[in-house]
């Protein structure tokens, strides 16, 4: 079985841990909540799967169906916030990690029941707005991508990827994508790459995006790119794993056991 019908009906910690750089001893460990878990999940998933994150000043910690928790270098609780528990896909539980910027923490919360894109103050845990999404389940982190002109919250999604502004309005969005998506859009040397790659899915797409783009991105058929779409490669994305730009080369691990190689510039194929 891919998922267990049943939350486990036995006490859980969930903890921050901290570790020295240098030799992997335990700093500190903090306990920020015990209890019986609400939901089930995936049989390779954990009730933390998500990844925290720092401004080099305090530590968030985000349990996607428990709460947020800021925590300071030294392992100190400054606040903390719960979050409603909701149904994902197939009982499989929530994975998407926060992402932090200018001060401000962005979660993307896609479920089954009520999907958004929350912005928290980082000092305060206090809501600064909260959009719904027209998604059900999904696993992918935001990526906050500054540009020159502007900073924007990209989101990758199954009906669509869209962009917001650091005002929760959406930028620009993007039909196009997998039942499933997992990877987190990622930006290099100005081009933004975002994939959606279900396994069983005939639409597997990696786009790049160039900055500045607003409204609707999607293409036809038949284009393969656009003013503001750089390339598409329709079938090339990976399920499970985000892509990996290395000098002007686009590097892709198919869950089948493959690889693949293509231009990062132009979206052709080196080697597959």
Request: aromatic letters at 12%; a neutral charge; charged letters at 20%.
């Amino acid at each position: 079985m891919l998922f267990r019908s049943k939350a486990p009906q036995r006490d859980h910690l969930w903890q921050v841990l901290c570790l020295d750089l240098q030799t992997g001893a335990t700093v500190w460990t903090r306990t920020v909540h015990q209890g019986i878990p609400q939901t089930p999940l995936h049989v390779k998933n954990t009730y933390a799967s998500e990844t925290p994150v720092t401004d080099g000043k305090f530590v968030y910690a985000y349990f996607g169906n428990l709460g947020v928790y800021c925590l300071d270098l030294e392992g100190n609780v400054v606040w903390s916030r719960t979050v409603e528990a909701h149904r994902t896909q197939m009982d499989w539980g929530p994975a998407a990690s926060p992402a932090l910027a200018d001060g401000r923490l962005y979660i993307v919360n896609d479920n089954q029941d009520d999907s958004y894109l929350l912005a928290l103050d980082g000092a305060t845990g206090n809501e600064i707005w909260k959009v719904k999404r027209d998604e059900q389940s999904n696993w992918s982190t935001p990526f906050v991508w500054k540009t020159g002109e502007r900073t924007e919250i990209v989101t990758a999604g199954t009906r669509k990827f869209r962009s917001y502004s650091p005002d929760g309005k959406v930028l620009w969005e993007l039909a196009g994508t997998s039942p499933i998506t997992i990877a987190t859009p990622y930006e290099n040397d100005g081009l933004l790459y975002i994939s959606s790659g279900y396994v069983l899915a005939p639409k597997k797409p990696i786009y790049a995006i160039r900055p500045g783009a607003e409204g609707n991105l999607t293409l036809n058929d038949k284009q393969k790119s656009s003013k503001h779409v750089a390339w598409v490669q329709r079938t090339a994305a990976p399920y499970n794993p985000t892509t990996l730009v290395y000098r002007d080369r686009l590097y892709v691990l198919y869950d089948r056991g493959l690889m693949a190689c293509l231009n990062a510039k132009t979206g052709d194929f080196i080697y597959d």
